[in-house]
């Protein structure tokens, strides 16, 4: 039945001699409930108060059915080492001690100060727990505590002693001291602001420990003490804080994992501390640059792995054989290309992708054609004859008419009033095909073309003389001017003529040849 129901007792208190049993229902009261003597309940009870206190000093026996406590902001204490509960459920209370000769399964429940539960057996929990001020939970060396529905919301959790330890939390949890004969799982919900506080050791002495962190991991000055091994798992350890546990084994760290699961290709060591992230830090394969010219072979390329953190070192965050190639070919066109990095794989998480500048990092530079001009000569003033030559320097089987277009020409910047002398004769009129070919003068270009001296004419006016008698006046012209030039204009000098004979030359035929004339620029 219902004691209190139709009209709420103020308080309730029994003496301490004797034994009260509730057969099931309710008890409710305004005030407080408190329960000196035997307390037996032989059917599901609750017990219900408007804000007050729920008091068993003498030892509560309920494991018939569930003990279910409603007191609002009252506090609720059962601590009597005689008692043993099956079921015990706060849905409403603030400060609640519970302690149980057995095991203790606790039902849902809404706390809003602290619990204390203290047993000779496990503890367990049939309903989601939430609980605003510090829990702390004692089952004993050999015993478990298992607190592992995902809807629970503790603020901190602290385990003096138990076997095996699970605690699940929906949103952050503070945890610690732990002290564990056992495994030991402190497990956050994933999601931001979910981060797991510790706020002193958590030590077992014949177990693992794994934390299991929903974003960071506060370490504080704590530490993990484990007689097996330790694994954390949070999300970067860039946002952990504190000082973070030192796993002093091979593979420290391992990335893009979670507790839920490993990622592709990943390998968890089946021994040894680790810490699991679920961030994915990037390798990457940087390229040395490298160029070559058009139609030779591609050299070897080479490049290094970048990007380990965290301390990881190579030998434990990849393997394989780092290597450099580039998608371009002997015929590949003058250009820049890639050079890509691969053959390593990562056992702990890592990714690996291209540095930016390595598409770019190869460079085909052009092959040099040379335009080689045929030597050419004509006289001064006259025109410039027909001027040729070839182009030279093709590569794979390459040819003037498959990898340039155009005319090829050879022209020479000499005209018809050049001076004697040389002149440069150069190619030109050619492009190549896709850039792939650059083009300058063989060195003979610059001298190839030879502009001659036209010939002077001297034309004596012939002369005569006796034998005996002095030479005459000789005179002349000099014939042969080109481009309008004269003597005037062309030469230096004054135009005499000279014969070797003398006064006493016998009598005959003399050369009469004329002189006295330099040509101007040769």
Do not use: C
């Not at 498959?402 to 001076?419: C, D, E, I, Q, R």
């Amino acid at each position: 039945g219902a004691v209190g129901a139709t009209s709420p007792l103020q308080t309730l208190t029994t003496d301490t001699a004797g034994t009260t049993k509730i057969n099931g229902g309710t008890v409710t009261t305004v005030g407080t409930q408190t329960y000196n003597d035997t307390l037996v309940l032989g059917a599901a009870t609750k017990l219900t108060t408007t804000d007050s206190a729920v008091t068993a000093a003498g030892a509560v026996t309920a494991t018939s059915g569930a003990l279910t406590l409603a007191v609002g902001a009252g506090d609720v204490t059962m601590n009597n080492v005689s008692n043993d509960f099956g079921t015990v459920a706060v849905i409403s209370g603030k400060n609640v001690t519970l302690r149980d000769k057995n095991a203790l399964d606790l039902g849902a429940s809404a706390i809003t100060g602290t619990l204390t539960v203290n047993t000779s057996g496990a503890i367990t929990q049939s309903g989601a727990m939430a609980v605003t001020g510090v829990t702390t939970l004692a089952a004993g060396v050999g015993n478990n505590i298992i607190l592992s529905n995902t809807a629970n919301d503790f603020s901190t959790v602290t385990v003096t002693t138990g076997n095996n330890i699970t605690v699940n939390d929906k949103n952050a949890m503070t945890a610690g001291p732990v002290t564990a004969a056992g495994n030991v799982l402190l497990q956050t919900a994933t999601g931001v602001g979910n981060s797991l506080t510790l706020a002193g050791n958590i030590q077992s002495t014949g177990g693992g420990i794994t934390l299991a962190s929903g974003e960071n991991i506060h370490y504080g000055t704590n530490t993990l003490i484990a007689a097996m091994r330790w694994l954390t798992y949070s999300v970067d350890p860039a946002n952990d804080t504190g000082t973070t546990p030192t796993p002093g084994n091979p593979k420290p760290n391992i990335y893009n994992s979670t507790f839920a699961a490993l990622g592709p290709g990943v390998v968890l060591p089946g021994t040894g501390n680790h810490h699991v992230y679920s961030t994915q830090p990037t390798i990457s394969y940087t390229a040395n640059p490298a160029a070559r010219t058009y139609g030779a072979a591609n050299p070897a390329f080479s490049g290094t792995a970048t990007g380990l953190v965290n301390g990881d070192t190579a030998a434990d965050a990849y393997s394989g054989t780092l290597t450099f190639a580039s998608t371009a070919t002997a015929a590949s066109n003058a250009g820049s290309y890639d050079i890509n990095g691969s053959g390593l794989t990562s056992g702990i998480g890592y990714k690996f992708a291209q540095a930016p500048a390595n598409a770019t990092a190869f460079t085909i530079n052009p092959a040099t054609l040379t335009y080689n001009a045929n030597a050419a000569n004509r006289l001064y003033g006259a025109a410039n004859p027909a001027l040729s030559g070839t182009v030279a320097g093709f590569v794979l089987g390459e040819t003037q008419a498959t990898a340039t277009t155009g005319t090829l020409s050879f022209t020479t910047p000499a005209v018809a009033n050049s001076n004697v002398g040389s002149y440069a004769l150069n190619g030109g009129g050619l492009a190549a095909n896709n850039g792939n070919y650059v083009f300058v003068q063989a060195p003979a270009n610059a001298t190839a073309f030879t502009i001659n001296p036209a010939t002077l004419t001297y034309t004596a006016n012939a002369a005569n003389r006796l034998y005996g008698a002095a030479d005459p006046a000789f005179s002349g012209t000099v014939t042969g001017f080109v481009l309008g030039e004269t003597q005037a204009t062309a030469t230096a000098g004054a135009l005499s003529f000279t014969t070797p004979a003398v006064a006493n030359s016998n009598v005959g035929t003399y050369a009469l040849n004329g002189g006295g004339l330099t040509a101007n620029n040769g």
